[in-house]
Structures are given as C-alpha cells and as structure tokens.
C-alpha cells in the first residue's frame, strides 16, 4: 500500500471517529494561526535581541580600543625615525600590557600583517579580515565561531608619520553573552510554551462559548418542529447573539400566532360546514321527499301543490345559502388574517397606482409618500383597506389634494392620509366612535368591498389601529401598524 492512500485511509476514519464540529474547525484555524505566529515572534525577538547584545561588546570594545591606540601610538612615538621597528622591539610588552588593562586577549601586528606578539600562547588561528581593513587604516571587526562561545575579532590600526604602521587587535570571547542569550532563550521558549497552553485553554472556552448559542438554537427548532411553540432562548452573551436570540424567539412568536391561525381558520371552515349541513338539510329533504311523491300520485292538484312545495322548498334553500355565504364572507373569509413582515411604503405606491386614474380624473392631486418601512400586517387585507380608503376620496370627498405622511414610534409606525375636501358626517364619526366593529361589518360596506367598520376590524386583528378624524376643512384617517419587535403584541 502506498503512503496516498493510507494517508486518505487515517483522514476518512479520524473524519468518521471525530467529525468536523464548528467548534473543532474553530478551534484548530485559532491554533494554527497562533501558535505559528508566537514562533515567528519568537524568531524575531531573539534575533533582535542578539545583534543588539553583539553590537553592545562591539561598542565597548571600540571604547577600550581608543585608549589602546593611544598607549600603543604614544609608546612607539620615542622613535620617529623607524617606528615599525620601534613597534616590533616593543610588542612582546604591549600586547600583555594591553591585556591585563583590558581584560582580554591582544595581539599586535606588523604592518604586512605578521604576528608580532599574542597575549596568550595559542596555535589556533583565525581569520584576517579584520587585519587586511585595519591596516587600510579602517577599524574592523568580525565575528568567529568557536567550540565554547562565538569570538570577537577587533582590530585598530596603529599610526605613525600619518602612516599604519601595525594593528592592535582584540580577541573577545562572547561568554557572558552568550549566557544571557541562552537564559533569555529559554525564558523566551518557556513562556511561548506557557502561553501555547493558555492559548489552547482560551480558544477552547471561547470555541464553546461560540458553538453552544448555536446548540441551543439547533434544540428551540428542535422543538418548534415538534409544535412546543411556546419555548425561548435568552443567549446574553454576546449583542450579535443577544439579537439573534431576540429575532428567533420573534420567529418563535410568529409561527405560533400562525399556527393559531390556522387551527381557527379550520375550527370555522368546521363550523361553517357545520352549519351548512344542518341549514340545508331540512329543504334539502323535503325537496327529495316531494320529488319522490310525484311520481305515485294521480290528481293534477295533489301534483301541483307537490311542485308548489318543492318550488318554496327551493327558494328558502336558496335565500339560506346566499345567507350563509353573506355570513362566510363577512364572518370569516375576510376575517381571516395572516400578518407577515411586509413593506408599507410599496403596498402604498401599488395601491396609488391602481386608483392613479381615477384620481386624475377627479383632478385629485397627490403630496408626500409612505417611506420604505417594514412592519407587521397582512399584505392583501392591508392593500383593500387603503384602496378603500382612497375610493372613499374619490367618491365621497369631493377633495383636490390628498397629502399622506407617517410617523414611526417604538412599538407602531404610524401611516397618516389626509385630504382637503368636506369631511365626513358628524353622526357617522360619532357612531364610529361607539359602535362596536363587527356588529357594524355586516350592515355596512363601501368601495371595494370593505366598510369602514371592517377596515378598522382587520387592523385591529392585524394587532394595529384604524382612526378617523374630520372636520369641514377634510378627512383624517390613521393607520397604526406594529413593528416587527413588538409583534408579540398581537392577540
């Protein structure tokens, strides 16, 4: 077996054994991202860190090596006429001068770059970088590997006559530090590891911390799809979550208004068949039953009176379906209200649009709009409604101008339509005032098939408001919807 498919082999049953959970996902991405960048940071600092000690023994070989040039030029200034042969006499008793008052190694150079004189007595040899540029007349220095600690060459060049006449170099063991950064390494790599744990400790608590609000929403649709309805989800933790929980209990509310909704609408179609049945059944049976008479009977009036009942048994039929229908269209197919989250400001342009004729045939002007605004209402019952209301206008008041605005409030969002023309009759409003809506519904009914009084009706079951206010200069009619947040608000 090659390493492919073995390798494919270990990822499908560690996938299988452990399945990939957002919480493992964001767990690993956190950790592979950290720990890589701590070592990075790592790198850096230690790297930062060694060349700054490096450069601090270089700057305090650079000051020590001035006053060594300065004994070394001025101990050789006795000659002026040879001084390189006065610096080669004199090496064996600068350089351990040197070394004793400096602390370190010393070693002087001719000016061809020969060994003169070394502090200590040693075989090793090194490079001679640093001497070839400080006989150029250039301080130098360079940095050697050793088996103990790295080295510090240090060379300065050594004057007479405006002229190199030799070098002094200094030969620097970083001991010291090289311990420091070792120390500092270890204090480095202990804490990166101290920090990877607490890295891992963290990223775990906040990978759970994510992952359980999202546990908990996954068991409230666990429920909700078991019909518990009624459950919520407070998560705190977060505001992002705090407003998702917010929305999802809303969500939660909705449905089960909905679901409310649907269980009445099939308790009155239940009703209503009900109804039907029982209604329809008496003429219904006496209708057959005279039918079935017809047949065995012999005298012409008996046929006749027969016909007669069948004919009166027809007609009451008749009057009680068209009853019952009248009662089903006012009583419950328009009562039936399923709220959504809509826009108002368009369901307003759409319902302006479509009497825009009729307006402009009346010379009726139109100021204002409803803003873009999303809020709780059933879309087709609310669309009758303002074209209701806009025939009404156009029909009854004899207007010239309808001017709409609105006004949003915590809980509402108010839409206003106002127009210029006569106003309404006092007894009207007064009785609109006091009247209850549905005993009204079924004795009165305007433009489009809507009354006033079932307008109001079905912003009330929409869980909003409908008032009107006249007076002889015009009509003002209100319309309250809730807001989305407050939809628990409807009963």
């Given at each position: 077996?090659?390493?492919?498919?073995?390798m494919v082999l270990v990822?499908?049953?560690?996938?299988?054994?452990?399945?990939?959970?957002?919480?493992?996902?964001?767990?690993?991405?956190?950790?592979?991202?950290?720990?890589?960048?701590?070592?990075?940071?790592?790198?850096?600092?230690?790297?930062?860190?060694?060349?700054?000690?490096?450069?601090?023994?270089?700057?305090?070989?650079?000051?020590?090596?001035?006053?060594?040039?300065?004994?070394?030029?001025?101990?050789?200034?006795?000659?002026?006429?040879?001084?390189?042969?006065?610096?080669?006499?004199?090496?064996?008793?600068?350089?351990?001068?040197?070394?004793?008052?400096?602390?370190?190694?010393?070693?002087?150079?001719?000016?061809?770059?020969?060994?003169?004189?070394?502090?200590?007595?040693?075989?090793?040899?090194?490079?001679?970088?640093?001497?070839?540029?400080?006989?150029?007349?250039?301080?130098?220095?360079?940095?050697?590997?050793?088996?103990?600690?790295?080295?510090?060459?240090?060379?300065?060049?050594?004057?007479?006559?405006?002229?190199?006449?030799?070098?002094?170099?200094?030969?620097?063991?970083?001991?010291?530090?090289?311990?420091?950064?070792?120390?500092?390494?270890?204090?480095?790599?202990?804490?990166?590891?101290?920090?990877?744990?607490?890295?891992?400790?963290?990223?775990?608590?906040?990978?759970?911390?994510?992952?359980?609000?999202?546990?908990?929403?996954?068991?409230?649709?666990?429920?909700?799809?078991?019909?518990?309805?009624?459950?919520?989800?407070?998560?705190?933790?977060?505001?992002?979550?705090?407003?998702?929980?917010?929305?999802?209990?809303?969500?939660?509310?909705?449905?089960?208004?909905?679901?409310?909704?649907?269980?009445?609408?099939?308790?009155?179609?239940?009703?209503?068949?009900?109804?039907?049945?029982?209604e329809l059944k008496t003429?219904?049976?006496?209708?057959?039953?005279?039918?079935?008479?017809?047949?065995?009977?012999?005298?012409?009036?008996?046929?006749?009176?027969?016909?007669?009942?069948?004919?009166?048994?027809?007609?009451?039929?008749?009057?009680?379906?068209?009853?019952?229908?009248?009662?089903?269209?006012?009583?419950?197919?328009?009562?039936?209200?399923?709220?959504?989250?809509?826009?108002?400001?368009?369901?307003?342009?759409?319902?302006?649009?479509?009497?825009?004729?009729?307006?402009?045939?009346?010379?009726?002007?139109?100021?204002?709009?409803?803003?873009?605004?999303?809020?709780?209402?059933?879309?087709?019952?609310?669309?009758?409604?303002?074209?209701?209301?806009?025939?009404?206008?156009?029909?009854?008041?004899?207007?010239?101008?309808?001017?709409?605005?609105?006004?949003?409030?915590?809980?509402?969002?108010?839409?206003?339509?106002?127009?210029?023309?006569?106003?309404m009759d006092e007894a009207?409003?007064?009785?609109?005032?006091?009247?209850?809506?549905?005993?009204?519904?079924?004795?009165?009914?305007?433009?489009?098939?809507?009354?006033?009084?079932?307008?109001?009706?079905?912003?009330?079951?929409?869980?909003?408001?409908?008032?009107?206010?006249?007076?002889?200069?015009?009509?003002?009619?209100?319309?309250?919807?809730?807001?989305?947040?407050?939809?628990?608000?409807?009963?």
């Amino acid at each position: 077996m090659t390493l492919k498919p073995f390798m494919v082999l270990v990822t499908n049953w560690i996938n299988k054994k452990y399945p990939m959970t957002l919480q493992r996902k964001l767990k690993r991405t956190i950790l592979f991202l950290l720990i890589p960048l701590m070592f990075l940071l790592y790198a850096i600092v230690m790297t930062q860190v060694k060349k700054n000690v490096y450069e601090s023994a270089v700057s305090s070989l650079y000051t020590i090596s001035i006053e060594a040039q300065a004994y070394t030029m001025n101990y050789i200034a006795h000659n002026q006429q040879n001084p390189e042969q006065s610096l080669q006499r004199s090496a064996s008793l600068i350089a351990p001068f040197l070394a004793k008052r400096m602390n370190t190694r010393v070693q002087v150079f001719s000016k061809n770059g020969d060994l003169l004189a070394d502090s200590e007595r040693s075989t090793l040899t090194y490079p001679n970088q640093d001497i070839n540029k400080a006989l150029d007349g250039t301080k130098a220095y360079t940095f050697q590997k050793t088996t103990s600690a790295p080295l510090l060459l240090y060379s300065n060049p050594v004057y007479a006559n405006e002229q190199t006449v030799g070098v002094v170099r200094f030969l620097y063991p970083l001991k010291k530090e090289t311990d420091l950064l070792i120390n500092i390494n270890v204090v480095f790599l202990t804490t990166c590891f101290l920090l990877s744990i607490i890295a891992i400790y963290v990223v775990g608590r906040f990978s759970r911390s994510l992952s359980r609000p999202i546990f908990h929403l996954s068991e409230m649709a666990k429920r909700l799809s078991e019909g518990h309805y009624g459950t919520k989800i407070d998560l705190a933790d977060y505001e992002e979550l705090k407003e998702l929980s917010h929305s999802f209990n809303v969500m939660a509310k909705a449905i089960e208004f909905n679901v409310s909704q649907l269980e009445s609408e099939k308790t009155k179609q239940k009703d209503f068949l009900d109804r039907v049945t029982h209604e329809l059944k008496t003429p219904l049976t006496a209708i057959l039953g005279y039918s079935r008479l017809i047949p065995k009977l012999q005298k012409q009036i008996d046929i006749e009176q027969s016909l007669y009942y069948i004919l009166t048994e027809g007609e009451r039929m008749l009057r009680l379906i068209e009853e019952l229908l009248k009662q089903s269209k006012f009583g419950q197919s328009h009562f039936t209200i399923s709220p959504t989250i809509s826009d108002i400001g368009k369901l307003a342009a759409d319902s302006l649009y479509i009497v825009k004729p009729a307006l402009e045939k009346q010379l009726i002007s139109v100021e204002g709009s409803i803003p873009a605004v999303y809020i709780v209402m059933d879309t087709d019952k609310t669309k009758q409604i303002l074209l209701n209301i806009f025939d009404n206008i156009v029909k009854h008041s004899d207007a010239a101008c309808i001017r709409l605005y609105s006004k949003q409030e915590e809980a509402y969002f108010h839409v206003f339509i106002e127009d210029d023309g006569i106003g309404m009759d006092e007894a009207f409003i007064a009785e609109w005032q006091a009247a209850p809506a549905l005993q009204k519904a079924f004795s009165t009914s305007f433009g489009n098939g809507f009354g006033l009084f079932i307008c109001r009706e079905l912003m009330k079951q929409q869980g909003g408001q409908m008032d009107i206010f006249s007076s002889e200069t015009g009509t003002l009619v209100k319309l309250s919807f809730l807001r989305p947040s407050h939809v628990q608000n409807i009963k």
